[in-house]
């Protein structure tokens, strides 16, 4: 089930806080290679993502994909319909299909930001669909991807425990002598993190396969990793493509590949009632030790409502 029929896209509090985290990467990647962005995303129905982005200067060309097609191949045009009235902008573009055919039809060929933002969890499909967009890439780009914590139930027996026969038909290929080590003695609690570190290095093959054949010098680098729950934990993350013959590097590490919130790369925390939030908002620069004390909650959570607070509540520290 699609995930806009049951859930209210704009009062997510921390994946507020997570787009407004990517969307000041996405400036400050545009301002380092001197371009603005085609954005391509999965906002469905809400478009906060489009929200978010747009208005920052840094966004030209407009995509959202949303599957359309039902299982037995037919076209939803109430669907369809319903997403091109919400449209924020006219000059947003759907593509009613299938993130993998959607990712064969755009070229990839002008600077790019593309949040591949998933409802389920991290599978060989998710992972094929960021290596397509590196294969295809042309251009300096971003590549967001979201996926949840949960082990998808098709990995796993009748047990509840992994199908360790079936993930190595459908991971070994990917995998190198390094990597493969990742899936030695791996429980269902540790797979999905593995399953991440193991697709890293696939990325870098493919990057390294890209170059050998189109004679460039493409990198890829990780910028940034985001931990959050909805309520289910989700983790994204922020790739970054170049030629590095053809970037300014230094400015490339010194202002995207930092990391704000390297301390703090979860930003899950307390909900907090509308009273515990004026007083915390009246007190930013009070010692977070001791209004964790005055209110009862945990200091940890104190302390990243101060660092996010103009991310959740839109307000200037």
């Known amino acids: 089930m699609n995930s ?33 962005l085609d954005y391509i995303g999965m906002g469905s129905l809400f478009y906060e993502d489009f929200k978010e982005f747009y208005p920052s200067g840094c966004i030209e060309g407009m995509t959202s994909i949303e599957c359309m097609v039902d299982t037995e191949g037919v076209f939803d045009e109430m669907k369809y319909k319903r997403f091109m009235l919400n449209r924020p902008y006219e000059e947003i573009r759907i593509i009613p299909e299938m993130v993998c055919d959607a990712i064969k039809q755009l070229n990839f060929d002008k600077p790019f930001f593309t949040w591949l933002d998933y409802d389920c969890g991290i599978t060989r499909e998710t992972i094929e669909d960021t290596a397509e967009v590196i294969r295809r890439a042309s251009a300096p780009g971003m590549i967001v991807s979201s996926t949840g914590d949960r082990t998808a139930s098709h990995y796993l027996n009748e047990e509840r425990e992994l199908d360790m026969e079936l993930i190595h038909s459908l991971f070994d290929d990917m995998l190198d002598e390094e990597s493969g080590k990742l899936l ?109 004390q005055e209110l009862a909650l945990d200091v940890d959570s104190v302390r990243k409502y101060i660092l996010f607070w103009e991310d959740f509540t839109g307000q200037k520290k």
């Not at 209210?8 to 990467?25: N, Q, S």
């Not at 990057?207 to 004679?215: D, M, Q, R, Y």
């Open 184 to 292: 030695e003695d791996v429980t269902r609690f540790e797979f999905t993190e593995r399953i991440r570190d193991a697709a890293a290095f696939y990325y870098q093959r493919v990057v390294a396969e890209k170059n050998e054949k189109e004679h460039r010098n493409y990198r890829l680098f990780k910028a940034e990793r985001i931990e959050h729950r909805q309520p289910l934990r989700f983790v994204t993350d922020i790739w970054v493509l170049v030629d590095a013959d053809r970037t300014d590097m230094e400015s490339l590490k010194e202002n995207v590949l930092t990391s704000e919130y390297a301390e703090r790369p979860c930003i899950d925390m307390v909900v907090l009632t509308e009273r515990e939030k004026q007083i915390i908002g009246s007190r930013l620069e009070d010692d977070p030790e001791v209004l964790a």
């Open 4 to 36: 806009y029929l049951y859930l209210d896209h704009a009062g997510k509090t921390l994946k507020r806080i997570c787009r407004r985290i990517l969307c000041r990467k996405a400036v400050a990647f545009s301002s380092c290679i001197k371009s603005k």
